[in-house]
């Protein structure tokens, strides 16, 4: 070793270069650990949409062929039997309020399944805004310590 200054530019060259290194290692790391983290969100989005979907379906299947016998049913037996004067109009406006209900809340339940807010990967973004707050910390902190 020399005395004349210039093995302390190679050893700051080095540790820049280790710098630069540990850097680009880590950020494929981090982009390596970012998709895997997508990936495991957007299944999880994925199911909830195929819950949510099935829900709306069962619910409409419901509405739709269980209920029109029963339907048939309910107005014949409330116009003939309980309502004065063969009022089948009314008791077909009864089943009508009581069926529209159901299909309301089957709806809703489905579609708060499938809404935007429970598909957005917060998850991932969180991650990523402490991602780049570190790697400002890692970019400062090397070019401070050079």
Known sequence: MTNDGRDNGRDNGR???TLLR????GS???VRDEVRLVKIEVGDIVSSIGR????VSIGAMLVLVG???VITGLVLLIGDQWLPADLYWVAAL???VITGGLAVWFAKHGLALVSPSR???SETVNTLK???EWLKQRLTSGATSS
């Not at 540990?22 to 290692?25: G, N, P, T």
């Not at 949510?52 to 829900?55: V, Y």
Request: net charge negative; aromatic share 8%.
């Open 15 to 17: 540790g820049f270069k």
């Open 22 to 25: 540990d850097l680009a290692q």
């Open 28 to 30: 494929g790391t981090l």
């Open 52 to 55: 949510g979907t099935t829900f």
């Open 67 to 69: 209920g029109l016998s």
């Open 94 to 96: 009864i089943i009508l």
């Open 119 to 121: 598909l957005a990967p």
């Open 130 to 132: 402490e991602d780049q």
